[in-house]
């Protein structure tokens, strides 16, 4: 098992990873898998947004993290090369036409009220996000992950990081609680509501950084 830095030729492994382990690991539950691992993936994998770093097993990528110290250029890459495009080749290829997608729509106005106001993040200014593919799992890799970026941020002279998890995805609570990290608050989830309506909510959890 090693640990080490993203290379170019991850890139289709990286995606897999997001895309398996989206939703809690019902990633087959997925709007638009492109689409969905675009969003998640590209500012990393194609524009260099933060460090990236995956896990490998006999040659194959099991998980990664993907950081951020920079939001404001995360921010601007997003919104510039990645979403653009992204969105122009769900809708090319039907997203419109997707009872799911006009679900999500219909939702749009209650996310958009439910989102005013959410945790401040002014002394967690950086961000990371994890993915582990389950036979990795238990085996202290998210903690050598978490411990790594740490490092990297701490030299920096980074104050603060967040990450976000699904409410309901207890282990993942678990997991960043165990390392230190407190409950901040909540962020309505933006993704087609279940079919009971309910919204859904997503837990930002922050630590703060040691110098």
């Given at each position: 098992m090693e640990i080490r830095p993203y290379e170019p030729?991850?890139?289709?492994?990286?995606?897999?990873?997001?895309?398996?382990?989206?939703?809690?690991?019902?990633?087959?539950?997925?709007?638009?898998p492109r689409l969905f691992t675009d969003l998640m993936t590209r500012a990393w994998t194609d524009f260099g947004a933060g460090p990236l770093w995956v896990v490998e097993q006999n040659g194959a990528v099991q998980g990664y993290l993907a950081g951020c110290f920079d939001l404001r250029r995360f921010a601007w890459l997003q919104a510039w090369c990645v979403v653009p495009p992204a969105v122009?080749?769900?809708?090319?290829?039907?997203?419109?036409?997707?009872?799911?997608?006009?679900?999500?729509?219909?939702?749009?106005?209650?996310?958009?009220?439910?989102?005013?106001?959410?945790?401040?993040?002014?002394?967690?200014?950086?961000?990371?996000?994890?993915?582990?593919?389950?036979?990795?799992?238990?085996?202290?890799?998210?903690?050598?992950?978490?411990?790594?970026?740490?490092?990297?941020?701490?030299?920096?002279?980074?104050?603060?990081?967040h990450a976000t998890v699904y409410e309901e995805n207890e282990g993942a609570r678990r997991f960043f609680e165990h390392l230190g990290?407190?409950?901040?608050?909540?962020?309505?989830?933006?993704?087609?509501?279940?079919?009971?309506?309910?919204?859904e909510w997503k837990i930002v959890y922050g630590r703060k950084i040691d110098r």
């Open positions: 030729r991850d890139r289709a492994a990286v995606r897999e990873v997001c895309r398996a382990t989206a939703y809690d690991g019902d990633g087959a539950a997925l709007l638009d122009a080749r769900a809708l090319g290829a039907g997203l419109l036409f997707r009872r799911a997608f006009r679900r999500l729509l219909a939702g749009l106005p209650r996310f958009l009220v439910a989102s005013r106001g959410g945790p401040r993040l002014e002394d967690y200014p950086s961000e990371l996000h994890i993915d582990l593919l389950p036979p990795v799992q238990g085996q202290e890799l998210g903690t050598r992950l978490i411990e790594i970026f740490l490092k990297e941020a701490s030299r920096l002279g980074v104050p603060g990081v990290f407190q409950p901040l608050g909540r962020r309505p989830a933006f993704r087609p509501p279940p079919a009971d309506g309910r919204m």
